[in-house]
């Protein structure tokens, strides 16, 4: 193998390493889970191993493809140049995932682990190929396949519901992402003849239509009837990833392309879609923080902690469009997405040890199992955040650039109301213990499963709070994607 060849061959493992992964499991999962391997009633155990290991490995290459040194694969003219944003999700979402897979163990483990792997897979490939917004067309066809693989397996109607009504999303924000499209490549032709239209008046077309692909993903009010049935059927690990992870890495998408297109206009966009936005983001918050506290379903109060996150991402795409040359809304997305992964470890625990979906019959909890209650304290921590901290300063940047005291006011409110959402499901957990709960088998302290699931709450909740500069530990090693050189008249 000469020079060349292998330099090419070590860039394709770089920059696909988290897809030829989830190949790899396509094969390796039916090999390990045969019986030349051990018994078929420990299948699913030895399936579980596998997968959480993938799912490490493919957190672990992330990082070493954005090393710098032939982390860039040419195909043609095809350019897939690892980003700093896109291998950031994945390598913390490798070992999210691997957590959440082992803290569930189940019979489908396996299977769950498979969808977390190709997700990934697919949010590395979107973000790291620089093909202006179509990558925002192939991770909604990719959630919506994902969402069915998790739903799989049980006849179940209202899994068949949630997955059914997230394939009639996909589709109109596909239709949303082609028109953002054409309107985004009509822009030079109003450079070039301004009775065609105003560069503004496009700019702000693609702004609309992205602004609805964020809002619809991410299940931003009036959109969180898809967010909350999606938690409330589909595995943990399945409503995160199409719930969650896709979401947050189609929002830096459209955040970095409104950040472009928006500074290449010398006039101000908005109009009426930026208060919308400021409107919507701040009521998206106290909608869902009060919502989560005065539902019982253990799914309906994961999927309506997510809607009142989604809240700060709203903002986000408000501030965007306000101030495109601010990074905080950038900043928002990671944490968040991270604040209802741990809660989402939190659920994958209660249902292996519990069984239950009421809080009502989940009282005592905390008091039988306290580790599962110290994830609980993590989230909380999350959410709070370090006074002072980054996290705190992007915060107070994004409200602030609504420029209204009543959103201000309805944002904090929200905000307020999401951790007295948390704080209500541990309070349950510390009051007299159920019946169901007392007659259940509490795990071992020093089991591996329990230190891994308390180690990465403390990651997680330090990383996601302001504690874990990880952003900036993983810049060294994640090299960030080329700026663009935007010229008037041209696409960025």
Do not use: C
């Not at 999700?89 to 999210?96: N, Q, T």
């Not at 969180?224 to 938690?231: D, E, P, S």
């Amino acid at each position: 193998m000469s020079d060349t060849q292998g330099l090419l061959l070590l860039s394709a493992l770089r920059a696909l390493a988290p897809l030829a992964l989830a190949l790899i499991s396509l094969v390796a999962v039916p090999i390990i889970s045969a019986e030349r391997f051990g018994a078929p009633r420990q299948a699913a155990t030895r399936a579980r191993y596998l997968v959480v290991a993938l799912l490490l490995l493919s957190g672990g290459a992330a990082f070493v493809a954005g090393a710098g040194v032939a982390s860039t694969l040419l195909i043609g003219e095809l350019s897939i140049n690892p980003s700093q944003p896109g291998r950031l999700l994945v390598a913390l979402g490798g070992p999210i995932f691997a957590i959440i897979v082992a803290v569930g163990e189940g019979r489908r483990a396996g299977a769950m682990g498979q969808v977390a792997l190709f997700g990934l897979a697919v949010i590395d490939l979107a973000l790291a190929i620089p093909i202006g917004i179509a990558p925002i067309a192939l991770l909604l066809i990719g959630g919506t396949s994902l969402a069915a693989l998790a739903a799989g397996g049980k006849e179940d109607a209202e899994r068949a519901r949630a997955v059914f009504r997230d394939l009639r999303s996909a589709g109109v924000l596909i239709t949303l992402t082609v028109v953002a499209e054409l309107l985004r490549s009509a822009i030079p032709l109003s450079a070039t003849d301004p009775a065609y239209a105003t560069t503004a008046s496009l700019t702000a077309g693609v702004a609309l239509s992205l602004s609805l692909i964020v809002l619809a993903s991410i299940g931003a009010f009036p959109f969180h009837h898809r967010l909350v049935r999606i938690f409330d059927s589909l595995p943990i690990v399945g409503s995160l990833m199409v719930g969650v992870w896709i979401p947050a890495a189609i929002t830096l998408i459209i955040f970095s392309e409104l950040s472009l297109l928006i500074s290449a206009v010398s006039d101000p966009i908005g109009g009426a879609v930026l208060p919308i936005l400021v409107v919507t983001g701040a009521f998206t918050m106290l909608f869902g923080g009060i919502s989560a506290l005065l539902h019982d379903d253990v799914g309906e109060v994961l999927g309506f902690f997510a809607v009142g996150s989604s809240g700060w991402l709203a903002l986000g795409l408000a501030a965007v469009i306000a101030r495109p040359s601010t990074l905080a809304p950038h900043e928002l997305v990671i944490p968040a997405t991270l604040v209802i992964s741990l809660f989402g470890i939190w659920r994958a625990a209660i249902r292996r040890r519990y069984d239950l979906v009421s809080l009502q019959d989940l009282t005592g909890w905390a008091r039988h199992t306290s580790a599962i209650g110290l994830v609980l304290v993590g989230v909380i921590v999350a959410v709070i955040a370090v006074p002072g901290s980054a996290l705190w300063s992007a915060r107070a940047d994004v409200i602030g650039a609504s420029g209204s005291v009543i959103t201000i006011v309805v944002a904090v409110a929200g905000a307020v109301a999401l951790v007295a959402a948390v704080l209500r499901v541990l309070l349950v957990g510390l009051s007299q213990k159920s019946r169901d709960v007392e007659r259940t088998e509490v795990r071992r302290v020093t089991h591996p499963v329990t230190i891994a699931m308390l180690a990465g709450t403390i990651l997680i909740a330090g990383a996601a709070a302001g504690l874990i500069d990880v952003e900036s530990a993983a810049s060294e090693l994640l090299r960030p994607a080329p700026e663009a050189t935007v010229v008037p008249g041209d696409l960025p």
